[in-house]
């Protein structure tokens, strides 16, 4: 049932989730298989679209590494942090973190305060915003802070124990000890807690979750992208259905599965004003379950919804010729930014030449009204045209040239 009131949801109403036992419900962005998509001409248009969101991808998404954030259960203690961990209240954040990184609390409150709003506008309802933060210096450290008997996984830089309103964040990733983009892993987490709440915490398909937080966290990367084409060219492609409980645990197909869960969210929020999203939303809080939620929203099946995705994705990578496969289309895109940017300097050279040029006459024009008025006969400047300049003379008009 759709309400058009606001809702304020509190802390109280959320029930457990479980990261390893979502239920399985189609998505605003789900692909489930079913058929193969009819034959797609080749279009120029097309093509230049499937290359222009391959730059905007590597550019606005920067590298990629396997998704190293989890869903987690609650969790019956929550150990209290020694020394050097030091805690502060701000506002609604509860901040957990080591002595001399204030710097960088300080940084990911700005993240927090931007975001927040964000997501409430996105998902159409406000709520409470009480969450706690630990930020750790390693990931042994996250396990030791984490709540009893709900372990973050091995691989995670991130966590969110959304039940809870917790979020854990590691300074340093798990194995390779680099340094992870803690801004973007903890606008991911925030969104798992945010659309727990937002939908009343009700269960929902892992990959929904996740793809909303990809959409969130503004994580779309080369690599994301040549993973989800090379995938559909290979016809390798999760079914839904399969990615609703949990994802696959090797390395490859994890990367694939996040990669599909963030282009089936992206495809089902094309819509620009967002509203059947919202819908989505407000039906998943009823509790009406994922199905029902969708075809309210999007009058769609799940299987529809996946064979619709299905259709887009095969278009979008039909766009560029068959000739023209494997790193070659990178290799291609690569070309057309470099040739795209070249012209563009070449039109602000011209550009720039001709006011140059214009500025000249101009100055010529003015020179030669100035010295004709020094002479008896030439008597008035009569402005006729705010380009032409034009003088009087024996009671006729000249423009001058």
């Not at 990261?19 to 093509?47: D, Y």
């Not at 901040?95 to 998902?123: C, H, K, S, T």
């Not at 969708?294 to 099946?301: E, G």
Request: with cysteine.
């Amino acid at each position: 049932m759709r309400r058009d009131r606001p809702r304020t949801l509190s802390t109280g109403r959320f029930v457990e989730e479980s990261w390893g036992t979502l239920s399985h419900v189609a998505e605003p962005h789900e692909l489930v298989c079913s058929g193969g998509p009819s034959a797609i001409r080749f279009s120029v248009r097309r093509a230049f679209q499937a290359l222009l969101l391959a730059f905007c991808a590597s550019y606005a998404g920067g590298a990629w590494a396997q998704p190293a954030d989890q869903i987690v259960e609650m969790g019956p203690d929550l150990p209290a942090p020694g020394a050097p961990y030091v805690t502060r209240v701000q506002g609604p954040v509860t901040w957990v973190f080591p002595q001399g990184a204030e710097a960088m609390i300080e940084d990911l409150e700005d993240e927090r305060a931007d975001a927040w709003p964000a997501l409430e506008a996105d998902f159409g309802v406000q709520v409470d915003e009480q969450i706690e933060v630990r930020l750790v210096r390693n990931p042994e450290e996250m396990r030791e802070l984490a709540p009893t008997g709900a372990p973050p996984p091995g691989n995670a830089t991130g966590v969110a124990y959304t039940a809870r309103g917790l979020i854990m964040l590691s300074m340093v990733a798990p194995e390779s000890w680099d340094v992870p983009d803690i801004g973007t892993v903890f606008v991911h987490e925030l969104s798992h807690i945010a659309l727990h709440r937002a939908v009343n915490g009700h269960r929902l398909p892992r990959w929904f979750v996740e793809g909303v937080a990809i959409n969130h966290a503004g994580e779309h990367g080369f690599e994301r992208l040549k993973t989800l084409w090379n995938g559909e060219r290979s016809d390798t492609l999760f079914p839904l259905e399969t990615l609703s409980d949990a994802f696959p645990s090797r390395s490859h197909e994890v990367n694939l599965a996040y990669a599909q869960a963030a282009d089936v969210v992206r495809f089902l929020r094309e819509d620009r004003d967002g509203r059947r999203f919202r819908e989505l939303i407000e039906e998943l809080a009823e509790g009406d379950g994922f199905v029902a939620s969708l075809d309210d929203a999007y009058a769609r099946t799940p299987g529809v919804l996946e064979a619709d995705w299905r259709a887009d994705l095969n278009e979008r990578v039909s766009s560029i010729p068959l000739i023209v496969g494997g790193s070659t289309i990178w290799a291609f895109a690569g070309l057309l930014l470099i040739a795209g940017y070249r012209r563009r300097r070449k039109l602000h050279r011209l550009k720039l030449a001709q006011m140059a040029e214009r500025e000249r006459q101009d100055a010529r024009a003015i020179q030669r009204i100035e010295s004709m008025a020094d002479d008896e006969p030439w008597v008035v400047v009569v402005a006729r045209d705010a380009d032409v300049p034009t003088v009087k003379h024996d009671g006729q008009e000249h423009t001058l040239h």
